[in-house]
C-alpha cells in the first residue's frame, strides 16, 4: 500500500508569492488533515478535510487555504507569503479522522525569502 | 494558549534503561490521547493511542498512563533502544461533541545512548 504522498518535497519562494502544495491521502482514506511544523511552535493543526469538505480549522488567517477533490487529493494554498510562513507543512490521512491513527507524509519545506 | 504540553524538550537515556516522556494538557474535554514519534526528514508515525474511559495501554515495549484527575499523560519504553532516538509528540482530541481537532504538544528530543 503506498504512503501518503506529498509534493514538492522543497519549494523557495519570496515575500508576497503565493504557493499551492499537493497531498495524496493512502488510497481508501477519506479524511486529509494539514499541519504546519515550526521548531517553536511544534505542529499546529491548520484543516481537516473529509469528502471535500472542510470539516475543521485551525486558528491561522484566511491566507491558508486548502481543498479536497472528489479522488481524496488534497491542495494546500498559502496566499501573500510572509517570512513567518517558512516550515515544514505536512499532511496527513486516515480513514475517518485525525482522532484515527494518521499516516504523515514526509511533508513540504517551504522557505520564504 | 497551549492546550498540550510537553515541558521537557530533550531527554537522554542509556540503551536497555526506561524513557519516560511526560505530557500534561489544560482542557478537560479531551478524550482520545495519541503519541508520535518523529525521524529528521520524515513525517510522524503513529506510535499508541489512549481513549480517556482507560488508565493504561500497552504495545510491546511502549505503554501509555493516562491520569485524568491531574490531566497528565506519561510514554514508557522499556527498554530503551538506539533506534527509539527521536522526537516524540503528544496530541489530544475531543472526539464527543468536539471539532475533533488534534492538538499536538511541542514535542520532547529522546536521546538514546549505546
Known amino acids: 500500500k503506498a504512503g501518503v504522498t506529498q509534493t514538492p518535497r522543497y519549494l523557495i519562494k519570496t515575500r508576497g508569492q503565493q504557493v499551492t502544495l499537493s497531498c495524496s491521502p493512502i488510497?481508501?482514506?477519506?479524511?486529509v488533515s494539514w499541519y504546519q511544523q515550526t521548531p517553536g511552535q511544534g505542529l499546529q493543526f491548520l484543516f481537516e478535510?473529509?469528502?471535500?469538505?472542510?470539516?475543521n480549522k485551525g486558528n491561522f488567517p484566511g491566507r491558508f487555504s486548502g481543498r479536497q477533490f472528489s479522488n481524496s487529493r488534497s491542495e494546500m494554498n498559502v496566499s501573500t507569503l510572509e517570512l513567518g510562513d517558512s516550515a515544514l507543512y505536512l499532511c496527513?490521512?486516515?480513514?475517518?479522522?485525525?482522532?484515527?491513527?494518521?499516516?504523515f507524509g514526509p511533508g513540504t519545506r517551504l522557505t520564504v525569502l | 494558549d497551549q492546550q498540550v504540553k510537553q515541558n521537557s524538550p530533550s531527554l537522554s537515556v542509556q540503551e536497555g534503561r526506561i524513557s519516560i516522556l511526560n505530557c500534561d494538557y489544560t482542557?478537560?474535554?479531551?478524550?482520545?490521547f495519541l503519541w508520535y514519534k518523529k525521524y529528521p526528514a520524515e513525517g510522524p508515525t503513529f506510535l499508541i493511542s489512549?481513549?480517556?474511559?482507560?488508565d493504561k495501554n500497552e504495545d510491546g515495549r511502549f505503554t501509555v498512563f493516562l491520569n485524568k484527575s491531574a490531566k497528565h499523560l506519561s510514554l514508557h519504553i522499556v527498554p530503551s533502544q538506539p533506534g527509539d532516538s527521536a522526537v516524540y509528540f503528544c496530541?489530544?482530541?475531543?472526539?464527543?461533541?468536539?471539532?475533533?481537532?488534534?492538538?499536538f504538544g511541542k514535542g520532547t528530543k529522546l536521546t538514546v545512548n549505546p
Open positions: 496527513a490521512s486516515s480513514l475517518m479522522g485525525p482522532y484515527n491513527e494518521q499516516f
Open positions: 488510497s481508501g482514506h477519506r479524511s
Open positions: 478535510y473529509f469528502s471535500e469538505t472542510q470539516r
Open positions: 482542557n478537560s474535554m479531551f478524550d482520545y
Open positions: 489512549i481513549s480517556s474511559i482507560k
Open positions: 496530541a489530544a482530541s475531543q472526539t464527543q461533541g468536539g471539532s475533533e481537532k488534534l492538538v
